[in-house]
């Protein structure tokens, strides 16, 4: 991040904002497109940041805030567009109590593929998948992600645990016959 | 323990697979034309619309606290006017989700059950800010919400009533113990605070809550050798919370019961304190720091998957401990130093690696099934390393300055030695009639080493 494109374009300098655009647009789209899994509404997601970043540029008076400021943005746009589609964001994972037993998740770690886990990753509900790709995508430190979702640290680590949580309870019964954990099936 | 370790790496390494994502053709285009057709709002407008963003150090504008200041001033002004014509203004200036305890009555309410009170009453509130005093309460919490100090930490006080409720401590023998909080099945939060006195306990039941740069000071009981006791905070019925940064002084330190796997870290356990678990697969416990004296440090009964990591304990007569262990602890990258048997792992299947132990007595005691002992660096002790039963493979290690033997083999065991260093030990390796070995002349003491 140039802060003297940021203070250029802050003064209404649509190149030096263009150039900061095209610089944050990848990795933003990569930010959206976990949160969406949807290309299409990723990109709209990181058009609607930066037109918003464009338009409340003066505001930003700390211009080293930049990123954080339109990753927040893009994130609210985000946002936005989950919650228009209900139905994906519904989806509630039923945690799977405990994962004892050694080979349960190991064995989840050997089959996995990522497609898998960013399957089980669109299916947790938006605010914790956001903790997720915020702190492992763009590797921000939880301080950092709650900061840039405007939640306390506390909210921000209990979203990541139990993002997490979901999504091992989920694979971990996908492995099980039937469905079934071997807990369960102990019980 | 690896299970979790293991899977949060997977979905890191997955999600950061996807890279960043080219734009499609005329993206770009299609966003600078947005821009060019939009005028930026003038700085007061953005001010009161535009997004809140806080920094660490800079109070910039649109940051939460100054669109708070200008929401509330414009709410002064509407309140004003509202008192004016003979309206209630004050349900208007109570509208933000963060509320005040203050003892002095400068806040919203003078006690936290109050405030507590308020939120079950259906205001959204998700923070409660403390300021300092003396709060005597014992408090039961089922919502997210956030408890934090507002102020010095050492002068907002929490302390259990005397005679006060009473929480169970689910599937441990010790029974139902007095607290001060409760966080039952939430995420919530509790940060800044001081819990004070014996009984002003914190049990965390079920749930994710985070607790963090807290101070318990006197809290709880301090372990004795062989009992847990009912420590500071107790952990039960499948916690995952985090306890973090926080200081753990003259009273007890953190049980893990039922099943609980919370993270513990970065935390500061002073005289007698401990971490104490049974049956808590999954816990995490890493870069806290122990100090003497006291019996033990970190010790995990019955069947335990736990990571213990980069923690340094001082003064201890027991380091880290696991014991009817049939699970398989991860002893890692710990510095463990003063203590009378620095590493115990009793039945654990798991591995010792890369510990730095000195001044202690036993450096590791395995007396475990199938496991290993690498890479460890044990100096100035009596005994270095002592298999005392089931098997192990013990490898690449150096023991140096033992003042009996450096490594020691039971007529009960069956170790692998391989690759490991001795040196200045009286004796470097002894081996118990009975004992099954094999040394692949991998070993080596310091006599044997050529520059």
């Known amino acids: ?187 | 323990m690896n299970d979790q370790h293991d899977f949060e790496r997977i979905v890191a390494e997955s999600v950061r697979s996807i890279g960043p994502v080219a734009p499609s053709d005329g993206a770009h285009d299609l966003t600078l034309d947005r821009v060019r057709r939009s005028r930026q709002q003038p700085e007061w407008l953005a001010l009161i619309k535009e997004p809140p963003m806080r920094t660490n150090e800079h109070l910039a504008v649109g940051s939460p606290t100054v669109r708070r200041m200008a929401i509330l001033a414009a709410t002064l002004v509407l309140a004003i006017a509202l008192a004016a014509a003979g309206a209630g203004a004050k349900q208007l200036l109570a509208a933000d989700s963060t509320i005040v305890v203050a003892q002095d009555g400068s806040g919203d309410y003078t006690t936290i059950t109050q405030a507590l009170e308020a939120a079950e009453s259906g205001r959204d509130i998700d923070e409660i800010l403390i300021r300092p005093g003396t709060y005597i309460e014992a408090l039961f919490i089922d919502r997210d919400i956030t408890l934090k100090g507002d102020g010095e930490r050492d002068e907002i006080i929490i302390t259990a009533p005397e005679g006060g409720p009473r929480s169970d401590t689910h599937f441990s023998w010790l029974g139902e113990k007095p607290y001060a909080i409760v966080l039952e099945a939430t995420e919530g939060s509790i940060e800044n605070l001081t819990f004070r006195g014996t009984d002003s306990r914190l049990f965390l039941d079920d749930g994710a809550p985070m607790i963090d740069g807290v101070m318990f000071d006197g809290v709880g009981e301090p372990a004795v050798p062989g009992i847990a006791r009912a420590q500071a905070i107790i952990f039960t019925g499948r916690s995952k919370g985090t306890v973090q940064d926080s200081v753990f002084r003259g009273g007890g330190g953190i049980n893990v019961f039922a099943a609980a796997a919370p993270v513990i870290e970065r935390n500061q356990l002073d005289a007698g304190t401990v971490i104490y678990g049974d049956y808590a697969d999954g816990t995490i416990i890493r870069e806290n720091t122990f100090t003497g004296p006291g019996a033990f440090s970190i010790r995990f009964g019955e069947p335990a998957e736990v990571l213990v990591k980069s923690n340094e304990i001082r003064g201890r007569e027991y380091g880290i401990d696991t014991v009817n262990g049939l699970g398989s602890a991860t002893i890692e990258g710990n510095t463990i130093s003063g203590a009378t048997t620095a590493i115990s792992a009793d039945g654990s299947t798991g591995q010792v690696i890369d510990n730095a132990i000195s001044d202690s007595v036993v450096g590791i005691s395995w007396s475990g099934e199938g496991g290993v002992i690498a890479d460890n660096t044990i100096r100035d002790g009596a005994t270095g390393i002592i298999v005392g039963a089931g098997t192990v493979t013990v490898q690449g290690n150096t023991v140096e300055g033992a003042e009996n033997t450096g490594m020691l083999v039971y007529a009960t065991a069956t170790a692998e030695l391989s690759g490991n260093t001795l040196c200045g030990n009286t004796v470097d390796i002894e081996i118990v009639d009975g004992a099954d070995v094999s040394d692949d002349g991998s070993n080596v003491a310091c006599d044997d080493v050529t520059e």
């Not at chain 1, 990181?46 to 700390?62: H, I, M």
């Open chain 1, 1 to 187: 991040m140039d802060r003297e494109l940021v203070l250029r374009a802050r003064k209404g300098d649509v190149e030096a904002f263009d150039q900061l655009a095209r610089a944050a647009f990848p990795r933003l789209k990569g930010v959206a497109y976990l949160v969406l899994r949807d290309a299409d509404r990723a990109e709209d997601a990181v058009q609607d940041g930066l037109l918003a970043a464009w338009k409340g540029l003066r505001a930003l008076r700390e211009p080293d805030a930049w990123d954080a400021w339109l990753r927040r943005l893009v994130i609210r746009y985000c946002y936005r567009l989950a919650k228009r589609e209900q139905r994906r964001n519904e989806v509630e994972l039923e945690a799977t109590p405990s994962l004892t037993g050694t080979g349960s998740l190991l064995e989840a770690a050997v089959v996995a593929d990522r497609e898998w886990i960013l399957d089980e990753l669109a299916r947790i509900d938006v605010e914790k998948r956001a903790v997720i790709v915020l702190h492992y995508y763009l590797d921000l430190p939880l301080r950092e992600v709650a900061e840039i979702l405007d939640i306390p640290y506390g909210t921000a680590a209990s979203r990541l645990h139990r993002g997490l949580e979901l999504m091992r309870g989920s694979m971990h019964r996908s492995l099980a016959p039937d469905g079934i954990t071997s807990q369960e099936q102990q019980a």
